[in-house]
């Protein structure tokens, strides 16, 4: 009895301890390369079980319907639920068709979120797998990349875990946010959009007036770029009311080229600094 007893005790030691680890075992972040695109060919259901059935708009951003500016930085958010369970995890990659990363993730809430796979990945960490009310929702920045990558598409996969310590009862599902590539604000400006608004004094020293000629979105977000596409300021700018004020006060003598987006429009023209 007594060798049988200790023989049980020691099984059961160990079905704990494994059970424990593939509780925590990716509790604090899945593995790189599990987002559900075509280049990664994997999602979270390996380890979960089950299909991982698609559902749209799980991925959201503030990047214009027009498509990204390259070198702008837009907020991406990552939002998943389910009717009961209130434990969750995310992996979300942007990539083109091929599975290349595009563009440069950035972690801005270092308590729930981490980067893996160098910084093609971001994913969640054990601080960020509690949902609030059966859902959760997770926060990051995006950089876009240089003038020419083309069309990007971020894949996420998801998990609703009803957190029993085992891969049962588990769901999995992925969701995809393709977004296009801005070809229309490179250096020459168009004069429709000229026609739209009004940028004084030009050329400009401490200080620029514009004015929007149709504004309802009272948000807009200012970019500032050299000729040749880089991004030397931006900023977005809440409350606005047709005409506001910006400071280039700390803006290098030159040339830039100066786009505002307005709703689901993007107004460029050509800032003389002096």
């Known amino acids: 009895m007594k060798t049988r007893y200790f023989s049980l005790s020691i099984f059961l030691t160990v079905v704990i301890l494994l059970t424990s680890q593939f509780k925590s075992k990716y509790e604090s972040g899945p593995p790189a390369g599990v987002s559900g695109s075509p280049g990664d060919a994997a999602n979270c259901a390996a380890c979960h079980g089950g299909s991982a059935p698609n559902s749209p708009n799980l991925i959201t951003s503030d990047i214009p319907?027009?498509?990204?500016?390259?070198?702008?930085t837009y907020n991406m958010t990552a939002t998943v639920s389910h009717p009961i369970f209130n434990k969750f995890g995310f992996q979300v990659s942007p990539q083109n068709a091929t599975g290349q990363q595009k563009g440069t993730l950035m972690v801005n809430d270092g308590t729930r979120t981490q980067l893996t796979?160098?910084?093609?990945?971001i994913m969640h960490k054990t601080a960020g797998t509690a949902g609030t009310s059966n859902s959760a929702t997770w926060t990051f920045q995006w950089k876009a990349p240089v003038s020419g990558s083309g069309n990007v598409t971020f894949y996420g996969a998801f998990v609703k875990s009803n957190a029993n310590a085992q891969s049962s009862g588990d769901a999995v599902t992925v969701s995809q946010l393709a977004i296009t590539e801005n070809l229309s604000t490179g250096i020459n400006e168009s004069v429709a959009e000229t026609e739209e608004w009004k940028v004084y004094p030009m050329p400009c020293t401490n200080e620029l007036t514009i004015t929007l000629a149709n504004n309802t979105s009272q948000k807009v977000r200012i970019m500032i770029r050299t000729l040749d596409g880089k991004v030397v300021a931006q900023d977005v700018l809440n409350n606005i009311n047709g005409t506001f004020k910006l400071n280039t006060d700390q803006l290098p003598t030159g040339i830039y080229m100066l786009t505002v987006f307005e709703d689901n429009r993007a107004l460029s023209k050509k800032l003389i600094k002096l």
């Open 65 to 72: 319907v027009t498509g990204y500016i390259p070198g702008a």
């Open 117 to 121: 796979g160098g910084s093609k990945y």
